[in-house]
């Protein structure tokens, strides 16, 4: 039982390059959400997709753009990466609706030098 | 403005004894809360949750309490085992965002033997 599957685990970047973050569920959720996990911060949402073919922004959005490629996938992209930007990455899945428990993937641990 | 506080970074507590993870937000929109837990190198996995129409909920050994007039949320696991050594996070979202959730910063607890 897969849940929510993020690749990769493990990336280092140099200042300015760009990458994307895959991320893929197979409980047939509707919602999507991409969180970052600084130390002393908690996790901070980034983006969402409440459903397919829509996407908003969280409380963090600079420096990244998604795309909710159907219903099952949903990609996070550092255009230009900084420093900044070094993070634990989780992308999360849940049923459409308030009031429903968030499922998440294991994260993607980015440095960028 | 953190929404969602969780003011004590770490905890201590004998196996068998109880554990108490307090948690305090500001948003009175918030209806629906939960904790999840985390242990190093994993995603956060849900623990247990309380609508906002309830001031207590039982799982086994973990209860969460519900004081809406200050605020508070708070989580009791009893008997605290070694197991449950873990970083809890307390969550909070409002039935006009989805499932969006709001996360604290987090708390440590360490059970020891």
């Known amino acids: 039982n897969a849940g929510v599957t993020q690749t990769p685990k493990f990336q280092v970047l140099k200042t300015g390059q760009s990458m994307t973050l895959q991320c893929a569920q197979d409980m047939n959720h509707n919602s999507m959400y991409w969180y970052r996990q600084d130390p002393g911060m908690g996790l901070r949402l980034i983006y969402y997709s409440a459903s397919e073919g829509t996407t908003d922004k969280g409380e963090v959005p600079n420096g990244y753009n998604v795309s909710r490629l159907n219903k099952r996938e949903f990609s996070l992209r550092l255009e230009s990466a900084a420093p900044s930007q070094t993070s634990v990455y989780f992308c999360a899945s849940s049923p459409w609706g308030a009031g429903n428990t968030i499922y998440f993937g294991e994260g993607s641990w980015l440095t960028v030098v | ?113």
Request: charged share 20%; aromatic share 12%; net charge positive.
């Open chain 2, 1 to 113: 403005d953190q929404q969602v506080k969780q003011n004590s970074p770490s905890l201590s507590v004998q196996e068998g004894r109880i554990s108490i993870l307090n948690c305090d937000y500001t948003n009175s929109m918030f209806d629906y809360f939960l904790w999840y837990k985390k242990y190093p190198a994993e995603g956060p996995t849900f623990l247990i949750s309380i609508s906002s129409i309830k001031d207590k909920n039982e799982d086994g050994r973990f209860t969460v309490f519900l004081n809406k007039s200050a605020k508070h949320l708070s989580l009791h696991i009893v008997p605290s085992q070694p197991g449950d050594s873990a970083v809890y996070f307390c969550a909070a979202s409002h039935t006009g965002t989805a499932s969006k959730l709001t996360f604290g910063t987090g708390t440590r607890l360490q059970v020891t033997l």
